[in-house]
């Protein structure tokens, strides 16, 4: 890995290792591009997690950010493409707070994942 996001991507990978227990599969589900790469040993990680009794990170979705959805919220995840080859993309808007669902050109490079959530 030789750039920046690459760097983003493996502490964005390390941080769901250490902290996501239950939800680590819906990570990887919404992030499929992600599931292989290594991030190398974690160990240490997982135990000062343990030794300073942290919360779950279920736990602080549902006592400090409930908004968020959960694996249990999900409806689907993968390329919503049109026969056309457009994708939908709500361009870093929130549909719950009156975002715009856009049909454009495919964002290639980042696994083109979009997921649908409904409570």
Request: net charge negative; proline share 3%.
């Amino acid at each position: 890995m030789g750039n920046n996001g690459d760097v983003v991507s493996k502490n964005y990978i390390r941080t769901a290792r250490v902290w996501f227990d239950e939800e680590l599969d819906f990570f990887f589900k919404i992030r499929p591009h992600f599931a292989d790469i290594d991030v190398g040993d974690l160990t240490e990680r997982k135990a000062l997690r343990e030794r300073l009794n942290c919360k779950s990170y279920a736990w602080f979705i549902r006592n400090v950010y409930p908004e968020l959805p959960l694996q249990r919220d999900l409806i689907g995840s993968g390329e919503f493409k049109t026969e056309e080859g457009r994708c939908m993309d709500t361009r870093g808007g929130d549909l719950k707070q009156g975002g715009v669902l856009y049909l454009s050109s495919c964002n290639e490079g980042n696994g083109g994942i979009q997921t649908l959530t409904g409570s």
